[in-house]
């Protein structure tokens, strides 16, 4: 039996066209599917995991994974650029944005409230003025039933018992917007602490955990513990958070709205680098958060990939802050940070 090579050409040809339209989809998609790797802050966690899970909705090509590793360890990541993007609560500096060779961006994302969580059985409600607080956290107060703390808590039970101090274990954004606040407000927590991510905080009965899950654990299973966590995890924890006294002598209690109080009043520079330290209203000690992203990426598609990501967090990513305690960018921030990105990354 003899084949004609003529109809094997030609169906082998039609074979192939098939093949190639058949598949042309699947090749097409993998060109164009992007996978981010970004790094960084604790405080943000729940809030960039919902926007990697949410952004996929309008951009099925578009992978990003989000590593909750410190604000410290994010800003190392980025200037040694082993991720596509960092993050941060404690703005760069910059000496540190200058260590960056392919440029940075700082692009704020959110804003939140800092918790200062306690642990005293039968202590349902507890406030801390602006002169205990600071004397708390530097040390010159050391027992729950210092005469300073019952002056805030007339009435409460306060327990004869040492404080336990739950700090951070790694650098951290939300240890900067705490000892920010404190440093704003008491000249000697100023000196022998300061603002700082990683403080010595130079303190007897000091428990450290990793990131805000490790500190929101450790004061949860301490009797008699003291600590600062995102108040999203305070909440999640279902831990007792602290009434702080505000610059107006008000003992408010942390929540999206008395966050978004306190932030109303921030003015954004060009850089978009905001320190609150004590805010005119509203509850005291709260922070802002950002992306860092780079001004040159390796190829056009990793570059066209970041901007598709920030665009989407700016835009449909914010309403999903306020289900997640965060508070939002005002919407004029918002269009002059997208025009920087969209004008600048290459």
Known sequence: MTFSTTIFSRAFTTSVVTAAVAF?????????????????????????????????????????NYQAIGSGGGIRQTIAGTVDFGASD?????????????????????????????????????RLS????????????TNWN?????????????PN???????????????????????????????????????NWNLKNVLKGKGNPGVAALVARTPGAIGYVEYDYATKNKLRSAEIQNKKGEFVAPSLATANAALSGVTFPANYRVFVGDPNQGYPIVGLTWMMIYRNYPTPAKADAIKKWINWVLKDGQQFND????????????????QTVNSTVK
């Open 90 to 126: 404690a703005a760069m500096k910059d000496d540190e944005m200058a260590k960056v060779k392919n440029g940075v961006i700082l692009v704020p994302t959110a804003g939140g409230a800092v918790s200062v969580v306690y642990n005293l059985p039968g202590v349902n409600k507890l």
């Open 161 to 199: 018992q040492p404080i336990k101090f739950v700090v951070r274990a790694d650098g951290s954004g939300t240890t900067f917007i705490f000892t920010n606040h404190l440093s704003s407000i008491n000249p000697y927590f100023k000196g022998r602490i300061g603002a700082n991510t990683a403080p």
């Open 146 to 158: 210092d005469p300073q703390i019952k002056a805030d808590n007339p009435g409460v039970n306060l």
């Open 24 to 64: 042309s989809p699947i090749f097409t998609a993998v060109a164009q599917a992007q996978t981010l790797n970004g790094a960084g802050a604790t405080f943000p966690a729940p809030l960039y995991e919902r926007y990697a899970r949410e952004v996929k909705k309008k951009h099925p090509e578009l992978k990003v």
């Open 130 to 141: 602006r002169k205990t607080l600071p004397a708390i956290f530097s040390g010159q107060i």
């Open 323 to 338: 289900d997640m305690n965060y508070t939002r960018i005002p919407n004029d921030v918002v269009n002059r940070v997208l």
